[in-house]
Structures are given as C-alpha cells and as structure tokens.
C-alpha cells in the first residue's frame, strides 16, 4: 500500500477495507498520514471477525513501513507464519481511501499486490464480483476466468 503526495501533509488521513465474502465489510478507524506500522497492523487485527459465519478476518499479519521520496509505502503480509493456519495464502486485496482534511498535497492511496499467497493443499481461490448502483438492477450476469466451469 503507497501513500503519496506532491507537498507535505499535516491533516490527511486514510482508512482500509476488507471485505472476504459480499456480505462483510469491515474498515479501520481514520489513520494519520504517517501511521507506524505497528498502528496499522493494530487497525488490521482490530478487524475483528465475520459476526455471521463466526470466523476470524484477519489474525496473522506482518506490517513494515518505508519511506518514499513523497510518501510511504506499508508492506502487509498476511500468514507469515507457518505454525498458524488462519490467514495463509491468497487473501482478498484491501482497499484504501484518502481524506485530505484541507491539506493541498494531492495524497493518493493504492493498494496492489506484490506476490500471491500459497494456500497449503492447494485449497482453490474464490472471486467476487459486487455490482453496485444507485438505480433498479435487474439481468444476470455470467463470468469466466480462463479455464474455470460455468
């Protein structure tokens, strides 16, 4: 995740998302510009778990801080260890937002991911697609990813 800006901020602030299946949404408090890694791994676990399957969302996270040129990047890994089964492998992707709070240096946030996961067993992968608008929304929709079945 990269943090950037074309001046110095004193009042952005950003949260993260994470939603594992269509119906949970969990997002972190509001978290300074310049959060330590050690906060937003705090934030990540503060997650909490999925009230209706009775699951963990998020135990097993490793967070690192670097600084670039203008702004930073935080390095999540999720899983790191082996002796814990919660959290290994491919995980959704998070999603960030960026509030300025009157500051004029352009702040972005993106998210991305650097490598895959590896689930043990090879346990198989599952997308979702949410289709959001603020109309009626009817009709169906098929999707195909290379060589999955219908």
Same mark, same amino acid.
């Given at each position: 995740? !990269?943090?950037?800006?074309?001046?110095?901020?004193?009042?952005?602030? =950003?949260?993260?998302? =994470?939603?594992?299946?269509?119906?949970?949404?969990?997002?972190?408090?509001?978290?300074?510009?310049?959060?330590?890694?050690?906060?937003?791994? !705090?934030?990540?676990?503060?997650?909490?778990?999925?009230?209706?399957?009775?699951?963990?969302?998020?135990?097993?996270?490793? /967070?690192? !801080?670097?600084?670039?040129?203008?702004?930073?990047?935080?390095?999540?890994?999720?899983?790191?260890?082996?002796?814990?089964?919660?959290?290994?492998?491919?995980?959704?992707?998070?999603?960030?937002? /960026? /509030?300025?709070?009157?500051?004029?240096?352009?702040?972005?946030?993106?998210?991305?991911?650097?490598?895959?996961? /590896? !689930?043990?067993?090879?346990?198989?992968?599952?997308?979702?697609?949410?289709?959001?608008?603020?109309?009626?929304?009817?009709?169906?929709?098929?999707?195909?990813?290379?060589?999955?079945?219908?």
């Amino acid at each position: 995740m !990269r943090l950037l800006y074309t001046s110095l901020l004193s009042q952005t602030t =950003f949260t993260l998302s =994470f939603s594992p299946s269509p119906t949970v949404k969990k997002e972190t408090s509001n978290l300074p510009w310049n959060a330590s890694a050690d906060l937003v791994r !705090r934030e990540l676990l503060n997650l909490g778990w999925d009230e209706d399957d009775d699951a963990v969302l998020i135990s097993d996270v490793k /967070v690192s !801080r670097s600084t670039l040129a203008n702004g930073y990047q935080w390095t999540i890994t999720f899983g790191d260890n082996p002796d814990r089964p919660l959290n290994d492998g491919d995980q959704v992707s998070l999603s960030g937002s /960026v /509030v300025e709070n009157g500051d004029v240096g352009s702040p972005t946030i993106s998210v991305a991911t650097s490598q895959d996961g /590896v !689930r043990a067993g090879g346990l198989n992968e599952v997308q979702y697609l949410q289709v959001m608008g603020t109309g009626t929304l009817s009709g169906q929709y098929r999707i195909k990813y290379s060589s999955s079945q219908w």
